[in-house]
């Protein structure tokens, strides 16, 4: 089943932008190191959450955790 690995992947992705702020669509799937496929999948089980925000700019289109999960990706750091 798909489903958990969908869910480790968005996990990944809240943690890497969770430690490194806002990127590019078009970068994330090299600075996560997953396949296009599943990435977009988790972006989208992320979104469906209302976890994470797109901002536009020109041409390119931006990802970044909504400020609700920073708070969230904040407080899961200072427990470790």
Known sequence: MMKPEIGKT???IWKYLGRNGM??????????????????????WLAREDKVKFTKEGRTT?????????????????QL
């Open 62 to 78: 931006y990802i970044a955790l909504t400020e609700p999960e920073i708070n969230n990706y904040r407080e899961t750091q200072c």
């Open 23 to 44: 990127v590019s669509l078009t970068d994330l799937p090299n600075k996560v190191k997953v396949n296009p496929e599943r990435l977009h999948q988790a972006v989208g």
């Open 10 to 12: 968005a996990g990944e």
